[in-house]
């Protein structure tokens, strides 16, 4: 079946300007996951849902990042006046919980790569 | 926050060779989950741990879910070209709803 899938691929956007992020999840999983990867480095957790329930948004690093998860389906993260740190891989996962409610096993996507001039 | 310490950061080994690598923390974990990423892409599923103790295989990967439910590893048997990338773990924390990643090990294969 079809996997997490991510758009665009790859983002080049200039200093300030806002920009978002797609992901479509795996049809049926609940939960959702935004993650950040800098070069080289682990993954970042930024923020979550899991079906109707109010977001957990403790790892958004800044004012600057929200997102939003229509329909229980698909989500976007948007990233406004954008700074050149947030160059990254931003990635998506999606995972169907089990019956106690916790998401354990995360798929992820291919991510996008955004880079900041 | 809860930490995974994930050892080593990087290896480097000759084809054909084992290799092992492993996570631990000072909290207790449900699961333990095993993954690798290659380069463009995201992180793939390998291997999924639910009890302490279990030990799992997936071809030439073997992964444990440790006795103290504070540890895991994951090794790979007869090294081939194709598992260069960067290896991580992850793990869900009792009472916790979401996955705590490790900072990964990068393998590279000299062949």
């Known amino acids: 079946g079809a996997g997490v899938s991510q758009s665009p691929s790859n983002k080049v956007t200039e200093k300030g300007k806002d920009v978002e992020l797609r992901c479509d999840p795996i049809s049926g999983h609940t939960a959702l996951y935004w993650y950040r990867q800098s070069l080289g480095q682990g993954l970042e957790f930024l923020i979550y849902?899991?079906?109707?329930?109010?977001?957990?948004k403790s790892g958004l690093p800044s004012d600057r990042f929200s997102a939003e998860r229509t329909g229980g389906s698909v989500s976007t993260l948007t990233i406004q006046r954008t700074q050149q740190e947030d160059s990254a891989v931003y990635l998506c996962?999606?995972?169907?919980?089990?019956?106690?409610?916790?998401?354990?096993?995360?798929?992820f996507g291919p991510g996008t790569r955004l880079t900041v001039t | 926050g809860q930490q995974l310490n994930q050892s080593p950061q990087s290896m480097f080994i000759q084809e054909g060779e084992d290799v092992s690598m492993n996570c631990t923390s000072s909290?207790?974990?449900?699961?333990w989950l095993w993954y690798k990423q290659e380069p463009g892409e995201g992180p793939v599923l390998l291997i999924a741990?639910?009890?302490?103790?279990e030990l799992t295989s997936n071809g030439r990967l073997t992964a444990q879910f440790g006795i103290t439910r504070k540890d895991s590893f994951l090794n790979i048997s007869a090294s081939i070209p194709s598992d260069v990338g960067i290896y991580f773990c992850a793990g869900l924390v009792q009472g916790a709803q979401k996955l705590v990643f490790g900072q990964g090990t990068r393998l590279t294969i000299n062949p």
């Open positions: 741990l639910y009890k302490a103790g």
């Open positions: 996962a999606s995972s169907y919980p089990r019956a106690s409610g916790s998401s354990y096993e995360q798929y």
């Open positions: 849902f899991q079906g109707n329930s109010a977001p957990d």
């Open positions: 909290s207790i974990f449900n699961t």
